[in-house]
């Protein structure tokens, strides 16, 4: 069962990040790096896919909330949970009742959005783990952010690399083709966390699973392409960012 986490904290980042992409990772057009790399961008990682027939956010705000609702009440555990979890679980089923009411007087049926959307958000997460598998051997270059798997002082060879400032700490990771697990061949002191660079190196189309440390605690973040680093570069692009 889909929780409202899942589909309001993945489906929609997966948009919303790879609409960042697109406005921020202007990452540096025309930028020199070594002859033979093939120039990447993010968006050349996501296969090809026309659009889906379903969007949730061309719906009608009236309709987007009650969905919200929905998944309010279906991410509450049922079973044996505390008072306070109860209470808000009954809470939020009677706003789903009355949301129900009050969309089929218009003619909407809302279990049946919820299945359109729960449907539009199962479709985008597997979307997101398609990759390209043209690039696997290639010698690439590409530019974006570094996140250090471990803190060294001295420098360290594992890292993810996103397409945007913020991925992964604030809210939940990109979709895997948007996340690359980096293994550099020497040790890169990162002066900061999200610090702008350029890769080159030989682009493996590889899944992986990471552990993130953050202060709280770490997550799991999934990656579908490995890139072995030969050089790692501070880079600002175009945009300075």
């Known amino acids: 069962m889909m929780t409202s986490r899942f589909i309001f904290g993945n489906a929609r980042s997966m948009l919303r990040g790879i609409a960042l992409i697109l406005a921020v990772l202007g990452l540096g057009c025309g930028a020199a790096f070594s002859e033979g790399a093939t120039r990447l961008k993010w968006e050349m990682l996501i296969p090809p896919a026309g659009p889906l027939a379903f969007s949730p956010n061309e719906l009608p705000l009236e309709q987007q909330e009650a969905l919200r609702s929905v998944l309010y009440w279906k991410g509450h555990p049922s079973g044996e949970i505390s008072e306070e979890f109860a209470l808000q679980r009954e809470q939020a089923k009677k706003r789903v009742d009355a949301d129900r ?116 605690g770490s997550s799991e973040v999934a990656s579908g392409y490995l890139l072995e680093g030969e050089s790692i570069e501070p880079y600002q692009g175009d945009e300075g960012g």
């Open 101 to 216: 009411e009050k969309l089929a007087k218009q003619g909407v049926d809302l279990d049946q959005l919820y299945e359109q959307y729960a449907a539009w958000a199962g479709e985008t997460e597997r979307r997101g783990t398609l990759t390209e598998t043209k690039y696997d051997g290639q010698r690439v270059a590409i530019a974006g952010y570094l996140l250090p798997l471990d803190f060294d002082p001295a420098g360290t060879t594992e890292f993810l690399l996103v397409p945007y400032f913020g991925a992964c700490i604030h809210e939940p990771p990109p979709p895997p083709n948007q996340v690359i697990y980096l293994k550099s061949s020497t040790p890169f002191a990162a002066t900061s966390l999200f610090e702008g660079v350029m890769i080159i190196g030989t682009m493996r189309v590889q899944s992986e699973k990471k552990d993130l440390a953050f202060v709280d």
